[in-house]
Protein backbone atom coordinates (compact mmCIF):
# COMPACT_ATOMS: atom_id res chain seq x y z
CA UNK A 1 0.00 0.00 0.00
CA UNK A 2 2.35 2.33 1.03
CA UNK A 3 4.61 1.66 -2.42
CA UNK A 4 1.50 2.31 -4.80
CA UNK A 5 1.06 5.58 -2.73
CA UNK A 6 4.76 6.33 -3.16
CA UNK A 7 4.87 5.41 -6.34
CA UNK A 8 1.81 7.50 -7.62
CA UNK A 9 3.45 10.61 -5.95
CA UNK A 10 6.67 10.01 -8.11
CA UNK A 11 4.77 9.38 -10.89
CA UNK A 12 2.66 12.47 -10.55
CA UNK A 13 5.46 15.12 -9.96
CA UNK A 14 8.39 13.27 -11.98
CA UNK A 15 9.64 16.14 -13.77
CA UNK A 16 9.39 18.26 -10.01
CA UNK A 17 11.65 15.64 -8.34
CA UNK A 18 13.54 15.27 -11.28
CA UNK A 19 14.94 19.12 -11.62
CA UNK A 20 14.78 18.98 -7.81
CA UNK A 21 17.39 16.12 -7.60
CA UNK A 22 19.76 17.78 -10.70
CA UNK A 23 20.11 21.01 -8.95
CA UNK A 24 21.00 19.12 -5.73
CA UNK A 25 23.94 17.00 -7.75
CA UNK A 26 24.94 20.27 -9.48
CA UNK A 27 24.88 22.33 -6.00
CA UNK A 28 26.70 19.69 -4.79
CA UNK A 29 29.10 18.41 -7.03
CA UNK A 30 32.80 19.19 -6.83
CA UNK A 31 33.86 22.21 -9.00
CA UNK A 32 36.20 19.57 -11.26
CA UNK A 33 33.07 17.80 -12.14
CA UNK A 34 33.29 21.25 -14.41
CA UNK A 35 36.06 21.56 -16.34
CA UNK A 36 35.15 22.18 -19.19
CA UNK A 37 32.40 25.57 -18.10
CA UNK A 38 33.70 28.51 -19.93
CA UNK A 39 34.79 31.47 -17.18
CA UNK A 40 31.72 33.92 -18.50
CA UNK A 41 31.32 36.34 -15.73
CA UNK A 42 28.05 36.13 -14.18
CA UNK A 43 27.47 32.66 -16.17
CA UNK A 44 27.27 30.94 -12.54
CA UNK A 45 23.77 33.02 -11.71
CA UNK A 46 22.39 32.61 -14.65
CA UNK A 47 22.52 29.04 -14.59
CA UNK A 48 20.90 29.31 -11.09
CA UNK A 49 17.83 31.36 -12.31
CA UNK A 50 17.53 29.26 -14.93
CA UNK A 51 17.44 25.76 -12.51
CA UNK A 52 14.67 27.33 -10.30
CA UNK A 53 12.84 28.83 -13.12
CA UNK A 54 12.12 25.43 -14.61
CA UNK A 55 11.98 23.80 -11.02
CA UNK A 56 9.50 26.46 -9.86
CA UNK A 57 7.46 25.98 -13.39
CA UNK A 58 7.30 21.81 -13.10
CA UNK A 59 6.12 22.30 -9.67
CA UNK A 60 3.40 24.57 -10.82
CA UNK A 61 2.39 22.61 -13.78
CA UNK A 62 2.36 19.19 -12.29
CA UNK A 63 0.26 20.57 -8.93
CA UNK A 64 -2.12 22.82 -11.71
CA UNK A 65 -4.13 25.71 -10.36
CA UNK A 66 -6.10 25.04 -7.44
CA UNK A 67 -9.60 26.68 -6.94
CA UNK A 68 -9.22 29.67 -4.60
CA UNK A 69 -9.57 28.05 -0.95
CA UNK A 70 -6.22 26.39 -1.56
CA UNK A 71 -4.06 28.92 -3.03
CA UNK A 72 -2.20 29.16 -0.08
CA UNK A 73 -1.33 25.84 -0.17
CA UNK A 74 -0.42 26.21 -3.41
CA UNK A 75 1.44 29.44 -3.49
CA UNK A 76 3.45 27.72 -0.43
CA UNK A 77 4.03 24.64 -2.48
CA UNK A 78 5.11 26.13 -5.63
CA UNK A 79 6.73 29.14 -4.79
CA UNK A 80 7.98 28.98 -1.02
CA UNK A 81 9.06 25.71 -1.43
CA UNK A 82 11.63 25.96 -4.18
CA UNK A 83 12.92 29.53 -2.76
CA UNK A 84 13.42 27.88 0.70
CA UNK A 85 15.40 24.27 -1.08
CA UNK A 86 17.86 27.11 -2.87
CA UNK A 87 19.03 28.47 0.87
CA UNK A 88 18.59 25.12 2.17
CA UNK A 89 21.27 23.96 -0.65
CA UNK A 90 23.55 27.51 0.05
CA UNK A 91 23.73 26.51 3.20
CA UNK A 92 24.44 22.62 3.09
CA UNK A 93 27.30 24.01 0.02
CA UNK A 94 28.97 26.20 2.67
CA UNK A 95 28.84 23.59 5.29
CA UNK A 96 29.36 20.41 3.93
CA UNK A 97 30.98 20.45 0.55
CA UNK A 98 33.49 22.06 0.46
CA UNK A 99 35.52 23.69 -1.58
CA UNK A 100 31.96 24.76 -2.63
CA UNK A 101 30.40 27.74 -0.56
CA UNK A 102 27.12 29.72 0.24
CA UNK A 103 26.64 32.85 -1.71
CA UNK A 104 23.65 35.34 -1.10
CA UNK A 105 23.75 36.03 -4.92
CA UNK A 106 22.89 32.55 -5.62
CA UNK A 107 20.42 32.48 -2.90
CA UNK A 108 18.85 35.87 -4.68
CA UNK A 109 19.14 34.40 -8.28
CA UNK A 110 17.46 31.33 -7.20
CA UNK A 111 14.57 33.15 -5.91
CA UNK A 112 14.28 35.03 -9.22
CA UNK A 113 14.03 32.15 -11.37
CA UNK A 114 11.33 30.72 -9.00
CA UNK A 115 9.33 34.04 -9.68
CA UNK A 116 10.34 33.86 -13.25
CA UNK A 117 9.29 30.22 -13.37
CA UNK A 118 5.95 30.95 -11.56
CA UNK A 119 5.08 33.65 -13.60
CA UNK A 120 6.17 33.10 -17.03
CA UNK A 121 4.07 29.77 -16.72
CA UNK A 122 0.87 31.96 -15.45
CA UNK A 123 1.33 34.52 -18.25
CA UNK A 124 2.33 32.09 -21.19
CA UNK A 125 -0.07 29.12 -20.05
CA UNK A 126 -2.99 30.27 -17.69
CA UNK A 127 -2.99 33.86 -19.21
CA UNK A 128 -4.62 35.66 -16.07
Known amino acids: MYFCKMFHFIKKYIFSISAAAI ?10 AF ?38 AYYIIVIALPIFYGGVLELVQEYFFPPRTGDWFDFLADTAGVLLGYFLLKLIIWKN
Open 35 to 72: PTVPRIPYLDKAIHVIMYMILAAALAWEIKKPVKPAMT
Open 23 to 32: IFYLSTASPS
